[in-house]
């Protein structure tokens, strides 16, 4: 390997270890609601959520027994459908 090669090389590992540190820990400052938080979020009733939750269309995990759907999604999704164009009281229906 030459000088130059070597460096690129270097500058590709250190963006890979930034990547990895970013990575390792993603719910470090995530605030996570509850389904009663959720169902006044999405107008939905608790079937709704329950049906959302298990086809996997809405992220969430399981604390304590009681499921916690990360705030952060949610607020990026609607500003993305914004974005977008699309009407954000539509984003999580069931069609």
Do not use: W
């Not at 959520?49 to 916690?68: A, E, H, M, T």
Request: glycine fraction near 4%.
């Amino acid at each position: 390997m030459n000088h130059k090669s070597l460096t690129a090389f270097a500058e590709r590992l250190a963006k890979l270890e930034a990547s990895i540190d970013v990575l390792s820990n993603p719910l470090r400052d995530e605030v996570l609601l509850t389904s009663d938080q959720m169902l006044v979020l999405l107008n939905c009733s608790p079937a709704t959520l329950y049906r959302l939750r298990s086809k996997g269309v809405i992220p969430c995990v399981k604390v304590g027994g009681q499921y916690r759907y990360p705030k952060l999604f949610f607020t990026n999704e609607i500003i993305n459908s914004i974005s977008k164009g699309e009407d954000p009281s539509k984003r999580f229906d069931d069609k």
